[in-house]
């Protein structure tokens, strides 16, 4: 591949800006690269590629906040609809119904990629039609045990079970990853179930290079998880904290440290407690890596 500096093609420029926020955590240079393709892209006129390009600029933009984005009045709207407008020009279904995706119009995105069999289209919005219903629900209904409830948690379990079934069939193990991930953070009532579902998507994204997703699968295992567990939760933060600070995220490595303080508030152990809570105030006064 050409350096970086001589990468013209607006398809290697978005693949150089996934690259680098999904295994360097950097959504800063991500956003350099999404904005470079999206130029090379309008010199094109090639519709697809700038439909792809303004979609990646928007997700990335909520995590790489830049002056325009800091106006009150700035939305991501305009972003979206010039993409849509993009794929209807260039005939792209698939680009149609991601944009309706990272829009949350789930339903939908996903009715299109039943219809064009886009699979990776399917799983991605059954994922997160699972997590709405999950998180769309109040607690007190969950502990309620009423009969709408029983719907809901039949639900959340169809929508996470057909996305897994359906990425373990394509054999894309960052959709599979993503899609294990998701359904760990809301399948309901089993927690054994739970913690196989995201220490498998830690291993996927391990082996992909995926650092930040992979500390974000061991957070979400401790926390929900494993909390009959401790010496397994302290062991998935401990390990969460090493990869923060590979990355050089000193406020996420405090919020590990902070829970690795209340287990060993929960043994017992109260000066390691203070000691850690020490640390985790002292890393949130340091600036965090570019």
Known sequence: MASDTELTDPR?????????RLQDDRHDLAHDYFARSLEMARLQADHQAIGKALLAVANNLPWHPTPETENPDFSLDPLFAEAMEN??????????AATLRSQHRNDESLEI??????RVGIVRNLSALGNRAGFGNSMEQ???????????????????????ATARDLGDRE???????FAGTSWPDDKNRRRQMLLEA??????????RDRAQAFMICAKLACDDDLALQEQLFADAIAIWQELGRHSTEAVCIKNLAEI??????QSRADSLR???QELQNLPESA
């Open 175 to 181: 959709v599979l990853a993503d899609a294990l991930r």
């Open 113 to 118: 990629c039943r219809r064009i069999g886009d």
């Open 12 to 20: 290697e420029l978005l693949d150089e800006g996934w690259r680098v």
């Open 278 to 280: 020490a640390r985790a």
């Open 264 to 269: 060993a508030q929960e043994r017992g152990d």
């Open 202 to 211: 830690a291993e996927l994204y391990r082996e992909l290079g995926y650092r």
């Open 142 to 164: 969950m502990r309620a045990g009423s009969e709408a409830t029983g719907k809901y948690v039949a639900q959340i379990r169809v929508f996470h079970t057909e996305a897994i």
């Open 87 to 96: 794929f209807q020009a260039a005939g792209d279904e698939s680009g149609v």
